[in-house]
């Protein structure tokens, strides 16, 4: 069996009692989960760009979501899975696995593959007195610059460490046999990370002025194209994004929202009455008949707002008015998720932004974006330092904008490039940039 090293994470299984859900467990404390219990969110096939975020089942189905693990049949394709993200510092990986008695496979860590189930045929770890059979066995994988040590159950794996890449993900092999993987996290150590800007309640003007009554905003997630993790309810009540907004507003106080995935049953001129803006998280065309598109233009023309995360760039390629509006549409994302990135702020000054200095870094999915978009037309808040990728994406102008607004009519338009990550939606540079711009959006910053 190769024993080589490269990219981590999940496969999976199920032949005895079904896996506990992992919606009641935690990730440990300094560490981040890599898998939601959900979806194959953050994953990918090996070789492929392609986020499988939203997707329970993998297109050729060797890769299925149940029971808050991943379980991967052997019998059905032949792609292996990795995570969108890589890793260049130092960490820790811990994961739990279960495998049948013939089953064999192996974790990858930045390219070479660990061999995690072959024990009752290799000499050398017929010591392991610790690995459980057809229950859950505990991975502990510690990678400190180009080497990897390894523990299954506190116990060392033979040989006791290997030489990996400088930088990689993590995968999934599954060889033979039925294969489940859970509860996947990481901890990033190594190289220190700079702390995120401070944020000073006393600057973020977030108060109500003497007079004034709450805000309201209608937040819409709905998805008639490629469905994000953070807006896939699954079985819950509301999405990442949702939760997130009603946190922000339970925190901030100067507004309330209300959220839905039915355009069609809001966007009408009634309706619209009773908000002062509306936001999108949406993808595809959504199923608004021509009296309410033409609604919801006359709610942000007569001085109302509207706002974008990310795909609502992606959304209604045929409908010109909504692209005038929001102001470009998505062409592409030649920086995939899990790419760090530094952003230069081009308005230090607007609510959005003034608290993110003259530059950050952060990790996301990055767009770029076609016409209407013109930053003559629009004012920028911020652009893609493009220095600080390899890739230079297909503009000629190299003008890779961020986040911007724009006047229509009387209204306010607001739109971040930014939040496709879950990890986006809870840095609290991004909650504030959002916060601010929906005080622009209300009318209540300039």
């Known amino acids: 069996m190769k024993r080589l090293f490269a990219a981590l994470f999940l496969g999976v299984f199920v032949f005895a009692p079904a896996a506990r859900a992992q919606d009641d467990w935690k990730p440990d404390a300094g560490f981040r989960s890599l898998f939601n219990g959900k979806d194959l969110s953050g994953w990918k096939y090996k070789g492929s760009k392609e986020d499988l975020a939203g997707k329970a089942e993998s297109a050729d189905k060797r890769f299925l979501v149940k029971d808050g693990a991943i379980v991967c049949d052997v019998g059905k394709g032949i792609k292996d899975l990795y995570t969108i993200e890589e890793f260049g510092e130092d960490f820790v990986v811990k994961m739990e696995f279960r495998a049948g008695p013939k089953a064999d496979s192996g974790v990858y860590i930045r390219g070479p593959q660990l061999q995690i189930r072959d024990f009752k045929r290799r000499n050398e770890q017929k010591q392991l007195t610790k690995f459980k059979d057809d229950d859950w066995n505990l991975l502990v994988i510690t990678v400190k610059g180009t080497e990897a040590t390894y523990t299954l159950n506190d116990e060392a794996l033979k040989p006791d460490k290997m030489k990996v890449p400088a930088k990689g993900g993590i995968g999934l092999q599954a060889e033979t046999g039925k294969f489940e993987y859970r509860r996947v996290q990481i901890k990033v150590e190594g190289k220190a990370k700079a702390a995120a800007p401070r944020i000073d309640p006393v600057t973020l003007n977030t108060s109500l002025i003497a007079g004034d009554t709450k805000k309201r905003l209608l937040l819409i997630t709905e998805s008639r194209g490629f469905v994000h993790g953070v807006v896939n309810r699954g079985k819950k009540d509301m999405c990442h994004v949702e939760k997130t907004f009603v946190e922000l507003a339970e925190k901030y106080k100067f507004f309330e929202v209300d959220y839905t995935q039915d355009s069609r049953s809001v966007i009408n001129d009634e309706n619209l009455k009773k908000y002062d803006a509306v936001f999108f998280y949406t993808t595809g065309e959504l199923p608004l008949t021509d009296a309410q598109k033409s609604d919801l233009l006359a709610f942000v023309k007569k001085g109302k707002g509207f706002g974008g995360s990310h795909c609502a760039t992606d959304t209604f390629y045929k409908w010109k008015e909504y692209g005038e509006m929001i102001g470009g549409y998505f062409d592409g994302h030649p920086w995939n998720a899990g790419t760090k990135i530094k952003v230069i702020v081009e308005d230090k000054k607007h609510a959005a932004t003034k608290h993110l200095g003259d530059s950050f870094e952060i990790t996301d999915e990055i767009y770029q974006f076609k016409a209407p978009y013109d930053r003559k037309k629009l004012h920028v808040l911020m652009r893609l330092d493009m220095a600080s990728v390899k890739n230079q994406g297909k503009r000629a102008d190299k003008d890779n904008a961020l986040a911007w607004t724009n006047e229509y009519g009387n209204g306010r338009v607001f739109y971040t490039a930014l939040g496709h990550q879950t990890e ?23």
Not at 426 to 439: E, K, S, W
């Open 424 to 446: 986006v939606w809870t840095d609290p540079r991004f909650q504030q940039h959002v916060i601010g711009g929906l005080r622009y959006m209300f009318g209540m910053e300039k």
